[in-house]
Structures are given as structure tokens and as C-alpha cells.
């Protein structure tokens, strides 16, 4: 398997279907590579061409800017690696550029492409941000003016105060080191640079207890030209930037303006138990704040809920499968309120 820097994932639906195209985009966490979420969309894919099979269907998403890898033979680079390293408002405008590239690419004359934007970790603080840019600015910002936004899914979300959550904390004392992810990013390629791949990838496997469809993308990471550095660097401006509340009320489905919009967007949250990226004070101060209550009138508020499974933060690794189910019932919602 090579470590590839997107997935892209279509279903050419019924041809006589007037129905418009619908394209599911992934926003990864951090670290950005998008090759560790390729199992569970395509678990979101093959749900997708079951149910919806007379749609027109793409299920895509790209690494984050700067998450250079290499496969196996160690001759595959892309997504500017060797540059950077780029912070969280570049991630964001690099996301909303991609975005945009995929719908235009998905698009079908007459139809208005129908948008479900899905995000993991800060790619869920990464998919607030492209819808507030998209309100501000619908003439002149990514997002073209006939696509229609119909839900935001956001995934163990750190969408706020990430610095107080406990690895948060933990990290925010290497942070305050000068230069520290430039200094890492040096140390990492000097300590693996001369290993080969596939020795990495069984030692990472070993250490990590990853399965090989995670071991190898890591293994990946590791030893591109400036993952570890951008990584590290990221997540470094994530600390000073996702602190309180910053989005206003259109947003969250409070605003009245949003209720009469015909691009009107759904939000979902499902949020770990004990996430060690999101403290528990925060999310449910969230929660007691912005999350519909099941009364008449917040319809529009997100959907915020507590995954009661265990799952662990990093999801990806080995719990595709129960996530993927929650999404699909939130898909579901999704397209029976747009139908």
C-alpha cells in the first residue's frame, strides 16, 4: 500500500436521477496525514452507495499543508514537505482551497452539489472556521455560491481551550521551549533517517500496538522531510489560538438569520469520554452552552453528544467501525431534512 496524500472516492449514481450530487470532505487532525482515516471512509463510502445508491456520491479529503511522506520504496513525496512549516489560519485557507477544488470537480450542470463537511480533532476546529468565512464572504470566499453546506459532522472535536485539556497541558510546557519543533524535527530525522522502512514500520508497529494500516502512514510521517517539525509546530499554534468560544450565534443555529437561510448547516458533535485532548470541563460547558436541548425552537442547535463506548481519541487506529455508524445516522438526518 503507498501512503498517498488524498482519497477520493466516488459512486457515479443512476443516470436518470434529477437528485443533487452529494460530496462528503474530511478534514484529518494532527498530525495531517488523511492515509489514516482511508479505512474508515471508506467504511462512510460503502454506507453512502448502500443507501444512496441513485446519488451521485464522492467521499474525499487531503493531508493537511506540510505533511510530506514517502511510501515504502521511499520515492513518493508530495504536499509541500520540504516547506513551511504552515500554522492554523494557513491550514485553514489550504483546506477551503481544496475543498473548493473537489466540488467544482464533483459538480454536475443544473445541479446544486449538496456538502457534508466532516472533521476530526482541530480539523473540526478547521470546519467552523470554513463555514464562518464562507457567512462573512459567500461571493469571495472558497465555497462556490450554488453548493449548499447541509452539515458540519465534527469528530472529537478540540473546538475550544484545547491548552487546558491534559495533553494539553503536558504539552504546552515543551512549547514554551525556543525553537522546540524545529530542534524535534532535527533529532527525529537524525534518529530514523538511516532506518530502513519497512525496519521502522515493524519497530513502530511493536511499540505503538498500530495494525499495519496505521503503523505504515506513521512510519510515513516519521521519516518525511518535514512532518514531525509541522506537526509539532501546529500544534503549537492550536495551544495559543483555540481558546474560548469564537464563533458567533448564525453559526450555531441560534441566530434567526440562520433559520431563514437556504444554506442553512446542521451541526453534529460526538465527543469522547475522558478525551485527553478535550477537557471534560470545557466540553460540557460547550455543551450546557450551544447543544439543542430536544426543545420546540432549537431544532437548528447542534447536536452534541458523549460517545459512551470507550472509544479513544485517535479513533482511526482500531475503532473505524463504530464511528462510521455514527456517522451514517447522522448522515441519514442530514439527507431526510434536505430530501
Known amino acids: 500500500m503507498a501512503v498517498e496524500d488524498s482519497v477520493d472516492l466516488t459512486h457515479v449514481g443512476s443516470t436518470g436521477s434529477s437528485r443533487d450530487p452529494l460530496l462528503v470532505f474530511f478534514i484529518t487532525g494532527n498530525p495531517g496525514l488523511i492515509e489514516y482515516y482511508r479505512t474508515f471512509l471508506t467504511l462512510c463510502f460503502d454506507s453512502l452507495r448502500t443507501n ?13 499543508r506540510g505533511f510530506g511522506v514517502q511510501d515504502q520504496n521511499r520515492q ?11 500554522d492554523l489560519d494557513q491550514q485553514i485557507e489550504h483546506i477551503g482551497q481544496m475543498l473548493e477544488r473537489t466540488i467544482q470537480s464533483h459538480a454536475r450542470q443544473g445541479s446544486s452539489t449538496k456538502v457534508i463537511l466532516m472533521g476530526h480533532s482541530v480539523g473540526s476546529y478547521i470546519l467552523l472556521e470554513v463555514l464562518r468565512r464562507r457567512k462573512q ?5 472558497q465555497l462556490s455560491n450554488d453548493t449548499k453546506v447541509i452539515g458540519g459532522i465534527c469528530l472529537f472535536p478540540t473546538v475550544t481551550h484545547i491548552a487546558k485539556s491534559p495533553s494539553g497541558k503536558k504539552f504546552s510546557l515543551f512549547f514554551a521551549i525556543p525553537y522546540f519543533a524545529a530542534i524535534a524535527g532535527v533529532v527525529v530525522r537524525l534518529l530514523f533517517s538511516w532506518v530502513p522502512f519497512g525496519v521502522l514500520q515493524a519497530i513502530v508497529g511493536l511499540v505503538t500496538g498500530f495494525p499495519a494500516l496505521a503503523a505504515e502512514p506513521t512510519t510515513a510521517f516519521i521519516k518525511s522531510q518535514g512532518g514531525v517539525r509541522q506537526a509539532l509546530y501546529l500544534a503549537g499554534h492550536e495551544m495559543e489560538t483555540i481558546t474560548a ?8 443555529g441560534i441566530s434567526k438569520v440562520q433559520n431563514s437561510s437556504s444554506n442553512k448547516t446542521k451541526l453534529y458533535f460526538y465527543f469522547g469520554t475522558d478525551d485527553h485532548w478535550v477537557a471534560n470541563e470545557t466540553r460540557d460547558e460547550l455543551i450546557a452552552a450551544r447543544a439543542a436541548t430536544g426543545q420546540s425552537g432549537d431544532e437548528d442547535k447542534p447536536t452534541m453528544e458523549i460517545d ?7 479513533f482511526c487506529i482500531k475503532h473505524n467501525d463504530l464511528v462510521a455508524k455514527k456517522v451514517e445516522q447522522y448522515i441519514a438526518e442530514l439527507m431526510q431534512n434536505v430530501a
Do not use: C, F, R
Open 137 to 141: 464572504s459567500p461571493t469571495t470566499q
Open 245 to 252: 468560544d469564537a464563533w458567533d450565534d448564525e453559526l450555531w
Open 308 to 314: 459512551m463506548h470507550g472509544t479513544p481519541h485517535g
Open 76 to 86: 513518493h513525496q508530495a504536499n509541500d514537505g520540504a516547506e513551511g512549516p504552515y
Open 52 to 64: 444512496y445508491s441513485d446519488l451521485h456520491i464522492k467521499v474525499a479529503g487531503t493531508s493537511l
